[in-house]
């Protein structure tokens, strides 16, 4: 679907080092997105690395900690994308 691609595409500019384009597509993913859908966590995720990359650490943190609030609300206290998203 279009908000896979669009996921995939902001995760392939941030591989290339195109941190301003990655975030600018993962913004406009979280536009489209419902609230409800698997992928909003992972955007979230995704721009919080893309801030950190970027030096805004501040940033990164308020993005990581949404990434967990949302994370929380669709998987189990023990699964291995919490304990990535707080390293």
Known sequence: DQASSLFNF??????M?????AEKYS????????TEHPDLPGCYHN???????????????DWFNKSIQ???????DDDP??????N
């Open 17 to 21: 080092g195109q941190y301003e384009k």
């Open 27 to 34: 913004r406009l993913l979280l536009k489209e997105l419902p």
């Open 47 to 61: 721009l919080g690395v893309i801030a950190n990359h970027q030096g805004n650490f501040d940033t990164s943190l």
């Open 70 to 76: 949302a994370y929380r609300q669709t998987v189990r």
């Open 81 to 86: 994308i919490l304990a990535l998203t707080y």
């Open 10 to 15: 902001g995760v392939l500019l941030f591989k």
